[in-house]
């Protein structure tokens, strides 16, 4: 069974920095996709990253585009999420997810749909 644990939250300053860390376990698919979500109180959930281990192509949204960045450690089966130049309207929580298939990251609207394993959400709140 795939298990994916977020972890990293926090209280942040307007233009700080927080790494947010995915642990997963169990993944056992040659190809698979993985995304980080956010959803603030009273939206919808967002897809901020998708990152596709079949084409090696990172999604970003227009929203993140330039002070997010995506990275792994596969030797520790962890995905960071690198988030500077953090605004108010980032704080949201945070989840991590995966498809656990081969999934290209072409259309944002399918995102999580495509993911089949969710983490528990960590919470990211940016304020003064």
């Known amino acids: 069974e795939v298990q994916l644990q977020a972890s990293g939250g926090g209280l942040v300053q307007p233009g700080g920095s927080l790494r947010l860390s995915c642990t997963a376990s169990g993944v056992t698919a040659d190809d698979y996709a993985i995304g980080w979500f956010r959803q603030a109180p009273g939206k919808e959930r967002e897809g901020v990253i998708c990152?596709?281990?079949?084409?090696?192509?990172?999604y970003y949204a227009d929203s993140v585009k330039g002070r997010f960045t995506i990275s792994s450690d596969n030797a520790k089966n962890t995905v960071y999420l690198q988030m500077n130049s953090l605004k108010p309207e980032d704080t949201a929580v945070y989840y991590c997810a995966a498809s656990g298939y081969s999934y290209y990251c072409t259309e944002p609207s399918t995102y999580s749909y495509a993911m089949s394993y969710w983490g528990k959400g960590t919470q990211v709140t940016v304020s003064s």
């Open positions: 990152f596709s281990s079949s084409d090696g192509n990172t």
